[in-house]
T-cell receptor, first 111, second 115 residues
Framework: AQRVTQPEKLLSVFKGAPVELKCNYSYSGSPELFWYVQYSRQRLQLLLRHISRESIKGFTADLNKGETSFHLKKPFAQEEDSAMYYCALSPPKTGFQKLVFGTGTRLLVSP | NAGVMQNPRHLVRRRGQEARLRCSPMKGHSHVYWYRQLPEEGLKFMVYLQKENIIDESGMPKERFSAEFPKEGPSILRIQQVVRGDSAAYFC?????????????FGQGTRLTVV
């Protein structure tokens, strides 16, 4: 079964603190992994995709196939990072066509 | 480009009524995806459409739900005889093509409440 688990509903940190948003997945094979972000009153938007190996807004995520994890990290959180973050996977070679999302983690960065 | 437009943003229906949710894709996009987010859950894929074709409807409930994407006009997700369990946020996304590297962009969603 395809499943994405985000164990934390809410993560609260102070500005400047490191952030790690956890994501574990269940999939028999090699899925593609994504992180999406939804800022207050805005649309869901792609933050990063594991095959791109990019760092977006200071965020990085490493795919660990052994632990089936794709945790999102940022060394120094900013107030503007406060948002809902969703981890998602898709079957190989389907890209964005059929995403499976986790339940999301709300990140709150306090001054 | 205004982005993916969904309307209405909020829809209230009584049990047994029909709900029609509209999605206008971004300009130049011919692929549309519908997702449903039930309370306390992640978004779940429902259906993938191209103009005048249903490509993948594996996530659609077998009864009461249908989707179309006509040659002209928006994509429509139709729910007949709504029940309380249909209350959810429905999101639409669109992409210019169906290849694995064409990013899908999301609309702001329609929140359906069944009373």
């Amino acid at each position: 079964a395809q499943r994405v688990t985000q164990p934390e509903k809410l993560l609260s940190v102070f500005k400047g603190a490191p952030v790690e948003l956890k994501c574990n997945y269940s999939y028999s094979g090699s899925p593609e992994l994504f992180w999406y972000v939804q800022y207050s009153r805005q649309r869901l938007q792609l933050l990063l995709r594991h095959i791109s190996r990019e760092s977006i807004k200071g965020f990085t995520a490493d795919l660990n196939k052994g632990e089936t994890s794709f945790h999102l990290k940022k060394p120094f959180a900013q107030e503007e990072d406060s948002a809902m973050y969703y981890c998602a996977l898709s079957p190989p070679k389907t890209g964005f066509q059929k995403l499976v999302f986790g339940t999301g983690t709300r990140l709150l960065v306090s001054p | 480009n205004a982005g993916v437009m969904q309307n209405p943003r909020h829809l209230v229906r009584r049990r047994g009524q029909e709900a029609r949710l509209r999605c206008s894709p971004m300009k130049g996009h011919s692929h549309v995806y519908w997702y449903r987010q039930l309370p306390e859950e992640g978004l779940k894929f429902m259906v993938y459409l191209q103009k005048e074709n249903i490509i993948d409807e594996s996530g659609m409930p077998k009864e009461r739900f249908s989707a179309e994407f006509p040659k002209e006009g928006p994509s429509i997700l139709r729910i007949q005889q709504v029940v309380r369990g249909d209350s959810a946020a429905y999101f639409c996304a669109s992409s210019p093509g169906g290849t694995e590297n064409t990013e899908a962009f999301f609309g702001q969603g329609t929140r359906l409440t069944v009373v």
